[in-house]
């Protein structure tokens, strides 16, 4: 964190990579993405120091890696250095207490290649009596799918009041698992002493891009109209502060309004919980995607920040604009997307989490859709089979001025330079041309 307030790898919340290789002599079983639903399982516990105050520190690890080369074992502990103070963000305001309703959230670490890794924490109170300190049990992966490790933790929680042992053989069985692919199931044993041997069944979301994504949670605190102003900014790459209390209902909200943004990715800092020490991450002259507790409020506002949307998630309203977000979208298909959000409101049948998912996603993908749909049509490939894309032409393509105003903004974002670069590699034969 201290490296961080100077440059753009604290601010992006970036420790490097573990990188993915041999795990140890012991055993011949390589990581990659997609094979173990996990790499690591920490438990996070608040240790008193000489002044009075608590810091996390990271007091369980599994699996334990060995025999890793010099190289990976500074990248590790310096990812495992980074990973308390995601899982207590909120500072060092704590004392023990006798009651605490447990909550879950995550938190992304972004590696300076882009890539990213994802924190589920739940934060509970050990099972006991008197006065003791919340701990974090927190689950580093580079899948996303939020429900999916929301529901190992609720099988870490449930284990953690009976003992901490029991959850070793738990994660194991986890890790031995492979990762199921959209839409299939993958059901593991579990031993629980006095219940027996319990079958778990995890699914994975048929939908990749939705995994991490509760929008539910977006349209419960903001209106349509609200979301449309959110997703703007967040289309140009401006600045956005989003507040709440509740850790949860941070990484939910951003988690979800990133996800607007599909097929295109946020390219830059992204912190859906913001940890104290790092709250002058807003004063960034880059964009930015962040998360703060309310209860810093008046600190951010003191701050010596450019221009920023600063959004209001338990009052649902905007708190700080620009001034000119009602103007970026195009009328027709703002209206549209208003219709679209507004029907989904406004409905009275009870949807699932990923009926809402789809919903809200096609109505935003529809948009995209209308508006860049013929950016293919737009690359000239060269004989050796290099794209290049057409810009001035793509932006003329468009008859409506209010769009083709929308689009030469949009061009010049980087989400929309990466997912062209992509396009340009990748040859796709466009009807007509072969």
Not at 113 to 122: A, E, L, V
Not at 237 to 247: D, G, K, N, P, T
Not at 298 to 304: G, M, Y
Not at 356 to 361: F, H, M, T
């Amino acid at each position: 964190a201290s490296e961080g307030k100077d440059g753009a790898s604290a601010a992006e919340n970036t420790p490097p990579q573990v990188p993915q290789g041999k795990q140890g002599e012991r055993s011949s079983v390589f990581y990659s993405a997609g094979q173990f639903f996990f790499e690591y399982l920490v438990v996070v516990s608040l240790k008193k120091m000489p002044d009075g105050r608590y810091e996390p520190k990271i007091t369980y690890q599994f699996p334990k890696r060995e025999n890793l080369l010099k190289g990976q074992k500074e990248e590790e502990e310096r990812l495992l250095q980074a990973i308390p103070l995601f899982c207590f963000p909120d500072g060092n305001n704590w004392a023990p207490i006798t009651e605490f309703t447990s909550e879950t959230f995550s938190f992304v670490l972004t590696n300076v290649d882009g890539s990213r890794k994802i924190g589920y924490c739940r934060r509970l109170l050990p099972s006991g009596r008197g006065v003791r300190l919340p701990e974090v049990f927190c689950i580093i992966s580079c899948l996303g799918c939020f429900g999916l490790f929301s529901k190992i933790l609720d099988e870490v929680e449930k284990r953690r009041q009976i003992s901490m042992a029991v959850i070793y053989p738990f994660m194991q069985g986890l890790r031995e698992s492979p990762f199921p692919a959209p839409g299939k199931t993958v059901t593991i044993k579990s031993f629980i002493p006095e219940s027996g041997t319990e079958l778990i069944e995890l699914t994975r979301p048929v939908d990749a891009h939705l995994e991490h994504v509760e929008f539910q949670a977006l349209l419960q605190r903001l209106s349509p109209h609200l979301i449309l102003h959110i997703f703007a900014s967040a289309m140009l790459e401006r600045r956005l502060i989003f507040l709440a209390e509740e850790l949860s209902v941070l990484s939910q909200c951003i988690h979800a309004v990133a996800a607007l943004l599909y097929p295109f990715t946020w390219a830059h800092t992204y912190i859906p919980v913001l940890p104290e020490c790092l709250l002058d991450t807003v004063c960034c002259p880059t964009p930015f995607m962040v998360g703060i507790q309310m209860r810093h409020l008046q600190r951010v506002l003191e701050q010596p920040m450019e221009e920023a949307l600063i959004v209001d998630l338990c009052e649902g309203k905007i708190i700080r604009a620009v001034g000119d977000e009602e103007e970026i979208l195009p009328g027709k298909l703002q209206n549209e997307m208003l219709i679209s959000l507004n029907r989904h409101n406004n409905n009275n049948n009870v949807h699932t989490s990923e009926q809402v998912n789809a919903l809200v996603s096609e109505a935003f993908v529809q948009f995209f859709v209308r508006l860049v749909g013929h950016y293919g049509s737009h690359i000239k490939w060269g004989r050796s089979g290099s794209g290049s894309f057409q810009e001035r032409n793509f932006c003329k393509a468009i008859a409506s001025k209010s769009c083709r105003r929308l689009l030469k903004k949009f061009v010049k974002t980087n989400m929309f330079s990466l997912f062209i670069e992509e396009a340009e590699k990748s040859r796709i034969p466009q009807e007509g041309n072969g």
